[in-house]
């Protein structure tokens, strides 16, 4: 599957950057561009687009000052080109002369790529402004999550967007999918012939999967409160897991085939009612700054998932994720069906069954863990993990990465529309009804409540 579906159109010869002042492009993206130009994939103008008056000395000094705040600077030439490929335009977007401010700025360049590292509130507008101003013929565009907040905004935002662009052309990012870890559960689960026999409802009692934060909203409160667990990191990243996990193997190489497939895992999903989610919230998220005093929004969200295939029947998939945990993880659980017999005293407790286990961050690895007898005369033994593999130095950041596929028009870790609507299907039910917020303290697992929760099936396991 090497580069499977780029698009035979031509790379992008600029990158306009809509929201170059705001936190993401300090944070992740200079840092990426910064990476690019170290590999040398980065060679064309970089033009930021953003309402604050201003020059681009300060814009360069920005980008300086966020590079090196996000690491060691080993290349200071890199680190030049990166700056003097910048430009800038300072402009309101619903004014169409920033538009045409942009266009100047792109001069004879072909093939722009517009990324909107912007409030979503914003994509429709930056979108038809780039429309109207004539900038989208040849052109892609770079979204960033949430696409939507629910069915039906997600519905319009890509009626907007197929309007002005063609949907080869639409870039939704999703960060998690950029991760090397991510990227090898789908090389992990097709490249091996042991894991299918076992891959199924016969074989798999239950999967979980668990994104923990061991830090609270970071003064982010105004958008927690628009937003929450749910449809922050749910509805999206651990979607997206499931679906590697879960989906058919695809029937050619390619990864048009995987996002069909993944889809299809989108389409089998359960819609969820309220018996299905646990909702939780840090005590002392209220007295966070933005936050409503009386806010019934969840900083912690555990589903019961359940896919209708033929694979998958009768299996629980259970989601977990939330702020103030006692570290920042994430990590699949796959337990496995226990031995039909228990021959042996000590492999008869359901926690005795083997189990792979995925952990995708801080540190990358597999590990399958399996019992082995201790020396001596009794048929005691001890569950042990068979690390598989490990982190690897030297590879790229997710947003390096994806920045570097839209350039070149390579769509295979990215959502499209069909996927992206399907998700937001199954969360629908839940998105207005729901059970109410249950407080938790900082530092523990969540509220009690999800433990029963997952109880039937063993309980959590948390990351170390």
């Known amino acids: 599957m090497n580069n499977p579906i780029a698009s035979n159109d031509a790379a992008s010869d600029a990158l306009v950057l809509f929201g170059v002042t705001g936190d993401l492009a300090a944070k992740k993206i200079f840092p990426a561009l910064y990476?690019?130009?170290?590999?040398?994939?980065?060679?064309?103008?970089?033009?930021?687009?953003?309402?604050?008056?201003?020059?681009?000395?300060?814009?360069?000094?920005?980008?300086?000052?966020?590079?090196?705040?996000?690491?060691?600077?080993d290349d200071p030439a890199a680190l030049e080109r990166v700056l003097s490929?910048?430009?800038?335009?300072?402009?309101?977007?619903?004014?169409?002369?920033?538009?045409?401010?942009?266009?100047?700025?792109l001069g004879n360049t072909r093939h722009p790529a517009f990324y909107l590292a912007i409030p979503?509130?914003?994509?429709?507008?930056?979108?038809?402004?780039?429309?109207?101003?004539?900038?989208?013929?040849n052109a892609r565009v770079i979204v960033e999550k949430p696409f939507?907040?629910?069915?039906?905004?997600?519905?319009?935002?890509?009626?907007?967007?197929?309007?002005?662009?063609?949907?080869?052309?639409?870039?939704?990012?999703?960060?998690?999918?950029?991760?090397?870890?991510i990227m090898n559960i789908l090389y992990f689960r097709f490249a091996n012939s042991f894991l299918e026999p076992i891959w199924n409802r016969n074989h798999v009692d239950s999967v979980q999967i668990t994104l923990a934060e061991d830090f609270g909203v970071q003064g982010r409160g105004t958008f927690y409160e628009s937003a929450g667990c749910l449809r922050d990191v749910v509805q999206n990243h651990l979607f997206q897991i499931v679906a590697l996990l879960a989906m058919e193997p695809p029937a050619r190489r390619g990864f048009g085939a995987v996002h069909r497939n993944k889809t299809d895992i989108f389409e089998a999903m359960r819609p969820l009612g309220p018996d299905d989610?646990?909702?939780?919230?840090?005590?002392?998220?209220?007295?966070?700054?933005?936050?409503?005093?009386?806010s019934d929004v969840e900083t912690y969200c555990a589903l019961r998932l359940h896919i209708d295939s033929w694979r998958w029947?009768?299996?629980?998939?259970?989601?977990?994720?939330?702020?103030?945990?006692?570290t920042t993880a994430c990590e699949v659980v796959v337990r496995l069906k226990p031995p039909p017999q228990n021959l042996f005293a000590d492999s008869a407790e359901r926690e005795y069954a083997n189990y792979l286990r995925f952990?995708?961050?801080?540190?990358?690895?597999?590990?399958?863990?399996?019992?082995?007898?201790?020396?001596?005369?009794?048929?005691?033994?001890?569950?042990?993990?068979?690390?598989?593999?490990?982190?690897?130095?030297?590879?790229?950041?997710?947003?390096?990465?994806?920045?570097?596929?839209?350039?070149?028009?390579?769509?295979?870790?990215?959502?499209?529309?069909?996927?992206?609507?399907?998700?937001?299907?199954?969360?629908?039910?839940?998105?207005?009804?729901?059970?109410?917020?249950?407080?938790?303290?900082?530092?523990?697992?969540?509220?009690?409540?999800?433990?029963?929760?997952?109880?039937?099936?063993?309980?959590?396991?948390n990351p170390d």
């Not at 994939?41 to 090196?68: D, Y």
């Not at 935002?157 to 991760?179: M, S, Y």
């Not at 295979?412 to 998105?431: C, G, K, N, S």
């Open 277 to 294: 989610i646990v909702r939780g919230q840090y005590a002392g998220y209220r007295d966070e700054a933005d936050v409503a005093r009386d």
């Open 313 to 326: 029947d009768g299996v629980p998939w259970y989601l977990r994720s939330g702020k103030l945990l006692p």
């Open 120 to 137: 979503p509130a914003l994509f429709p507008t930056v979108i038809r402004g780039i429309g109207a101003a004539g900038l989208a013929a």
């Open 148 to 181: 939507g907040r629910d069915l039906a905004s997600a519905r319009e935002l890509n009626r907007i967007a197929l309007e002005v662009f063609p949907e080869d052309a639409i870039f939704r990012i999703d960060h998690f999918l950029g991760k090397e870890a």
């Open 85 to 105: 490929l910048l430009r800038y335009v300072s402009g309101n977007y619903n004014d169409s002369a920033t538009f045409d401010a942009v266009k100047q700025a």
């Open 35 to 73: 990476a690019m130009c170290k590999r040398g994939t980065l060679n064309v103008p970089v033009i930021g687009v953003a309402s604050s008056p201003w020059t681009i000395e300060q814009l360069r000094a920005r980008a300086r000052e966020s590079v090196e705040r996000d690491g060691p600077v």
């Open 359 to 461: 952990r995708l961050s801080p540190h990358s690895a597999i590990a399958l863990a399996a019992r082995v007898k201790r020396a001596g005369k009794d048929f005691l033994g001890d569950q042990k993990e068979l690390f598989v593999v490990e982190d690897e130095a030297g590879e790229q950041s997710p947003y390096e990465r994806l920045l570097t596929d839209a350039m070149t028009g390579d769509g295979a870790l990215f959502t499209r529309e069909d996927a992206v609507e399907a998700a937001w299907a199954v969360v629908e039910p839940i998105l207005g009804e729901h059970p109410p917020v249950i407080a938790y303290q900082p530092g523990s697992w969540g509220p009690p409540a999800a433990n029963h929760f997952i109880a039937p099936d063993g309980g959590w396991s």
